[in-house]
């Protein structure tokens, strides 16, 4: 029997959105590339052809900078790259901690420029400690 | 002449303006069935099934030999019957159908009246104790009791003794509801698309006077007869033997809320759920995470990949000696260049980055060096390079000197400036390295 039709439909509009995320995922992709391409300012150590990769977290790590003014004293640093002038007793204590944690190697990230008598200056305090094991930071030749 | 809508439930048409015989004939060859539906042409009420008028199965009475015409006109339902006087008035509103063949001309279906077949249960309630019904409408009921007791003694088939087709179709609970008076509680009044069903409400819609139920009113005789351009079933009512009737008016506005028009839908949802035509497939919204999974992985290959490639690369270099020049002197290690320069290859390095090797200016270039080392440790047997360079020198000119020990295999041993660490300005006791790479 044809009866009458109750015609009753819901209309349910929604906003896909897997545009959307497919966008953001796109950002937060270039963003993290693009922070790890430009990285930071390090020391400009001199090439050298020989020598052994030490990991980030096997070595105390101190950098020299040259000194932004001719016959100045050249900057130390903790760590790599720019950053805060440390003292050496600041050195001797994070080179005496690193020991204790397992870290035996040093790392002078000395820049090219740096005169050869500051590097042996504040290698020299370094060898006080015992137990390390002394190195110099290089490069690949370009 | 009776004209018919006919309804094809195979394929949801409606064809209208169909005689009788030609239903007949659609039956006959097959382009109607049983299950199709029928109504009276440009009627409202509900439709019924072919199957439930039988007379649409039985074969068209012989045409008498005095017709002029090839074709007949459309017989009733009930071709033999002779109407009585106090009979329901029939499709051709005078006289039997017999004495009427081929009197009338085949009328085209826009011009034929409106008329109503006689219901199938003439034949049956002519059986019975005839009824008169002056119009095809809601007659003029003065008592509600009374009236149904008209109605049902003349649709025939309210008796519960007697079989008709749509009755038996039914089962028990329905059957008692179309024979329910109205008042029953008992048996609601189920609704049903049946013209037998629109009678009965048209009968409840009606004005009650509970004084008068016992009253039995005579209903006239029925007018089967419809307006073809209304399309309306009239409802105009003949106050019959009583003028304190009130006409009964189809004006859902003005009745009473027991009184709206009838609504076959009101009470049986699920009726008025049904629907023969095809349902909407039911779509499922859903967020496709394909895209989001890819661009994971992305990224955790992307950290796989640039978390195991961080190293600095480095020179081991000998650690210088702590001890101050002149505390070695006093010792009696201090030596001489030339003591010196038995055991060591001697490399020296001014401020200006020249460099000398065992006194001698070479140039300041990697191939040059490692050359004139190797010649001086094959031409004198010598192991060591001890590196002089001054205090002022590059810290890059040093560098050169160790990757050039390293590439032969020369051990470095490195001799502090006067200037550093101070103390008198006299050869340092040189550092023992350590063993350098072999080149």
Redesign the interface.
């Known amino acids: ?6 015609v009753s439909q819901e209309r ?1 509009e ?1 906003i ?3 545009p959307m ?2 966008v953001v ?2 950002l ?2 270039f963003m ?2 693009s922070v ?1 391409m430009t990285g930071g300012e390090e020391v400009k150590v ?11 977290t096997a ?1 105390t ?1 101190i950098s ?1 900078i040259k000194p932004t003014t001719p016959g100045g004293e050249p900057k130390v640093v903790l760590g ?1 790259g720019d950053g805060p002038r440390a003292t050496l007793e600041e050195i001797r204590k994070a080179v005496t901690e690193g020991v204790r944690e397992g870290r035996r ?1 040093v ?1 002078l ?9 500051e ?3 504040l ?2 305090a370094i ?2 400690i015992e137990g ?9 030749p370009q | 002449m009776s004209v018919w809508d006919v ?1 094809h439930s195979d394929r ?1 048409e409606v064809e209208r303006g169909l005689t009788t015989a030609q239903v007949r004939a659609a039956l006959g060859n097959g382009d109607l069935r049983d299950d199709d ?1 029928v109504r009276p042409a440009g009627a409202e009420i ?2 019924a099934r072919l199957s439930d008028f039988p007379e649409f199965f039985e074969p068209e009475p012989p045409v008498a030999p005095t017709t002029p015409v090839a074709t007949g006109p459309a017989q009733d339902l009930e071709p033999q019957a002779s109407p009585s006087p106090a009979s329901p008035r029939s499709i051709d509103d005078e006289g039997s159908f017999e004495t009427q063949a081929g009197a009338f001309p085949p009328v085209p279906s826009d011009d034929v009246a409106e008329t109503i077949a006689e219901p199938p249960l003439e034949a049956q309630a002519r059986a019975t104790p005839p009824l008169e019904i002056s119009d095809f409408s809601p007659p003029s009921f003065d008592d509600v009791e009374s009236d149904v007791e008209a109605l049902t003694q003349f649709n025939a088939n309210f008796d519960e003794t007697r079989s008709h087709p749509f009755l038996d179709s039914v089962d028990d609970e329905d059957r008692a509801t179309y024979l329910a008076a109205p008042g029953d509680e008992e048996h609601e009044h189920v609704a049903n ?1 049946t013209y037998l069903d629109a009678l009965g409400e048209a009968r409840d819609a009606s004005s009650v006077d509970d004084e008068e139920e016992d009253e039995i009113v005579d209903l006239g005789e029925l007018d089967l007869s419809l307006d073809h351009e209304r399309r309306d079933i009239s409802l105009e009512l003949e106050p019959v033997g009583d003028e304190d009737v009130e006409p009964w008016v189809d004006d859902a506005a003005d009745a009473e809320p027991w009184e709206e028009e009838y609504d ?2 009101d009470e049986d949802e699920e ?7 095809r349902s909407s497939a039911e779509t499922v ?1 859903e ?2 995470l394909a ?2 999974v890819d ?2 992985f ?2 955790v290959l ?1 950290f796989l990949v ?1 978390a195991t490639t ?11 000696n ?1 001890e101050a020049a002149a505390a070695s002197a006093t010792q009696g290690q201090g030596k001489t260049l030339d003591d010196l320069q038995q055991d060591f290859i001697l490399v020296d ?1 001014d401020p200006q980055g020249a460099f000398k090797i065992d006194r001698e200016p070479v140039a300041a270039q ?1 191939n040059v060096l490692i050359d004139r080392l190797r010649t001086a440790r094959q031409s004198t047997g010598r192991s060591a390079m001890l590196l002089t ?12 000197a ?2 050039a020990a ?2 032969i295999g020369l051990r470095i041993a ?1 001799a ?2 006067a ?3 101070g103390g008198a300005a006299a050869p340092p006791a040189p550092a023992v390295s350590k063993k350098g ?1 072999s080149g």
Do not use: C
């Open positions: 029997m044809l009866l009458r039709r109750q349910d929604h896909d959105m897997t995320v497919d995922f796109q937060m992709t993290l590339f790890q001199p090439p050298a052809r020989h020598g052994v990769g030490v990991e980030e070595a790590f020299l790599i190697k790392v990230q000395a820049d090219g420029d740096v005169p050869h008598g590097v042996l200056k290698a020299a060898t006080e390390i094991t002394l190195h110099v930071g290089v490069q690949e | 309804f949801l539906l509900g439709w698309d076959p839908q009726a008025a759920e049904f629907t023969l035509a919204e967020l496709d895209a989001m661009v994971a992305q990224l992307f640039t961080v190293l600095y690369k480095t020179l081991e270099v000998p650690k210088p702590p390095i990697m360079a001054d205090a002022a020198a590059m810290h890059k000119h040093a560098v050169l160790y990757d390293n590439e490195i502090r400036p200037s550093v660490g790479n």
